[in-house]
C-alpha cells in the first residue's frame, strides 16, 4: 500500500524528493502563467491558493477523526486534538488565506507578508514537523494534508516574484513588519481568551505561548521563559531579512536597467 512507503523524516532522501517535486511544481507554474495578463496571472494564483485552502480544511476533518494523531499529541507532551487548536489562525494558515485576498485586491500591504513571510513560515514546520508528522509515508492522510498545505505555501515568494505580482521595495519592509507584529500580537490575545473562557487549555497559535518541540523556540524560552514576550527575538532575525531580500531584487532590478 501506499501507505506503507515513502517514509518522510526530515532530511531524508525522500524529503529531498519532496522539497525537488516542490520546486518542480512551481517552476511549471511560473513557466505555465508568467506570459499571461496581470489578470490571469493573478487569477491562477487565487484558484491555486483557493483550492489549497479547501484542502486544509479536508485535511482538518482528516485530523478529527484520526484516533492515533490526538494519541501521539499526548505521547510527545502536547494537548489532545481539540478544534479550538485548529483553526486557521497560525502563521502559514493565515498566509495561505491573505494571499487569496491580496492578489485579488493588490494589496501590497497584504503581498507584502505573503512574500517576506509566507515561504520563511512555511519552511520552519517542514524542516521541524512537530509530532505525528514524521516517520510516516507521505501518502498517510495527515501527511499528505501537512505536507502539501505547508508546500503549496512554500511557493508563495517564488511564484509571486516569478509573475511579477510583488517586487518588493525598501517601502514595503517597515509597514509589513508592522502588520506581521500586529497578526503575532492579535494571535497571541486569542491565545489567552480561548484559555480565559475555557475552550482551549492549549491554545498556541504562531507558537507565542510555549515552544511545541521546536528546538529553536526552546533555546528562546529557556532565555525567556515568558509566554508572548519570548518570541520577540524571532524580529531580530526577520526585520534584517525582509532588508536584505529588498537589497537583493533592487540590486538584480538595477543590472537589467
Not at 44 to 61: C, D, Q, R, S
Not at 90 to 105: A, D, K, P, Q, R
Not at 112 to 129: E, K, W
Request: aromatic share 18%.
Amino acid at each position: 500500500m501506499l501507505t506503507g512507503k515513502f517514509i518522510i523524516e526530515p532530511f531524508n532522501v525522500n524529503f529531498f524528493i519532496m522539497l525537488g517535486v516542490t520546486a518542480l511544481f512551481c517552476f511549471l507554474f511560473i513557466l505555465a502563467f508568467r506570459k499571461t495578463s496581470e489578470r490571469t496571472r493573478r487569477a491562477a494564483v487565487a484558484v491555486l491558493y483557493g483550492l489549497t485552502i479547501i484542502f486544509f480544511f479536508v485535511y482538518k476533518i482528516w485530523l478529527g477523526i484520526d484516533p492515533e494523531y490526538s494519541d501521539l499529541r499526548v505521547e510527545g507532551g502536547l494537548a489532545a486534538f481539540n478544534f479550538w487548536d485548529e483553526l486557521p489562525l497560525n502563521l502559514c494558515n493565515i498566509n495561505m488565506i491573505l494571499i487569496f485576498i491580496g492578489v485579488l485586491t493588490n494589496s501590497r500591504l497584504i503581498l507584502g507578508l505573503n512574500f517576506f513571510i509566507g515561504s520563511l513560515g512555511a519552511l520552519f514546520p517542514i524542516l521541524m514537523p512537530i509530532v505525528g508528522f514524521h516517520g510516516y509515508s507521505f501518502f498517510f492522510p495527515r501527511m499528505l494534508g501537512y505536507y502539501i498545505t505547508h508546500l503549496v505555501i512554500l511557493c508563495e515568494t517564488p511564484i509571486l516574484a516569478g509573475l511579477n505580482l510583488f517586487r518588493p521595495k525598501f517601502r514595503d519592509v517597515l509597514p509589513t513588519f508592522g502588520f506581521f507584529f500586529i497578526l503575532t500580537a492579535f494571535t497571541t490575545g486569542i491565545n489567552y481568551l480561548f484559555r480565559f473562557i475555557g475552550v482551549s487549555d492549549s491554545a498556541n497559535y504562531f507558537y507565542t505561548m510555549n515552544p511545541a518541540g521546536n528546538p529553536i523556540l526552546e533555546l528562546l524560552y529557556k532565555y525567556i521563559p515568558i509566554p508572548g514576550v519570548y518570541v520577540l527575538p524571532v524580529g531580530l532575525v526577520v526585520l534584517p531579512y525582509m532588508f536584505l531580500v529588498t537589497a537583493l531584487f533592487q540590486t538584480e532590478k538595477k543590472k537589467r536597467t
